[in-house]
């Protein structure tokens, strides 16, 4: 299978380089990175597109996508699929998709989850929108990028669960560092509350995986210096377009509303930008009831 990749950063170089170690032809294009060693180089995104059998973009947001997805379908086969996994707003999933059929392509939405460190790894997690064919055609690549590979239904769909499960993290997470910055107000132990609400009812991903406190629980970016794993400013990013589509169904989303409000204040106001998102503890900590 040859296979187009457009977008080579932080998280598309390794995607590609995995794709080659598994024995794949990959040429990249990428309009500031460099190919990575073993990608083929290509002068532009259609040039990246002819020939190949899946094309697969890592883009910063939904008017790039589509700007992208208009260059690359004339070059694209019939029957070949546009397989894009940046984290963009439903929409413009969707209008990628109704190009990619208007063209006689196949199309799938498959945001990731894992961070670059999943990237490089080969252990992200899929959120596909798409049809079955295009779904299942594109099933074995997720097996070299990914360890899971979710088909959420038709297109537009993996966005809108990338949203969904990452408004529940920036709000688990706000969460989670209030409690750390409240517990050390109460004069408790924050090894104490680690050993009680991991084992308890308040139990969450971000408390038990990825706890925001240094030196406590496992391994986890609070313990380098809140050096990112998930940059603050990709967390902003995403609940933002968590409440774009909430505004655009009508959904009350008043927790992905706040989130959204004090990550704001978090990276554009503060010292947030560059930083871990779970370095919302310190922040907390450093702060009085207002």
């Excluded at 990749?5 to 590609?16: D, H």
């Excluded at 779904?135 to 297109?155: I, N, R, T, Y």
């Amino acid at each position: 299978m040859k296979i187009g990749f457009i977008g080579l950063g932080n998280m598309g170089a390794p995607m590609a380089l995995n794709l080659v170690a598994a024995g794949y032809t990959v040429t990249g294009f990428d309009v500031s990175a460099p190919c990575p060693d073993g990608v083929n180089s290509a002068g532009s995104a259609a040039e990246a597109a002819a020939n190949a059998e899946v094309v697969i973009t890592m883009l910063p947001n939904g008017d790039i996508l589509r700007a992208v997805a208009q260059e690359i379908m004339p070059a694209m086969a019939d029957g070949s699929v546009h397989l894009d996994c940046s984290t963009v707003d439903v929409e413009s999933a969707r209008a990628a998709a109704e190009l990619a059929q208007s063209h006689g392509c196949l199309a799938a939405d498959a945001p990731v989850s894992g961070g670059i460190g999943g990237a490089a790894n080969g252990t992200l997690t899929f959120m596909a929108g798409g049809s079955d064919a295009a779904f299942e055609k594109v099933s074995p690549l997720f097996d070299v990028m990914g360890q899971k590979a979710v088909h959420c239904g038709p297109s537009g769909n993996g966005q809108a669960a990338k949203i969904c499960n990452n408004m529940i993290l920036g709000v688990t997470m706000i969460g989670t560092c209030e409690a750390f910055a409240l517990a050390d107000k109460l004069g408790l132990d924050r090894q104490k509350m680690f050993d009680v609400v991991s084992t308890s009812s308040g139990y969450s991903w971000t408390m038990n995986a990825y706890c925001p406190a240094p030196g406590v629980g496992p391994q986890s970016p609070a313990d380098n210096d809140y050096q990112p794993g998930f940059a603050s400013e990709l967390m902003l990013k995403d609940l933002r377009l968590s409440q774009q589509a909430a505004e655009a169904v009508d959904a009350d989303t008043p927790m992905g509303q706040a989130a959204t409000s004090l990550y704001s204040d978090f990276v554009e106001a503060e010292d947030g930008l560059g930083k871990d998102f779970s370095a919302m503890l310190p922040r907390f900590v450093s702060r009085r009831r207002s």
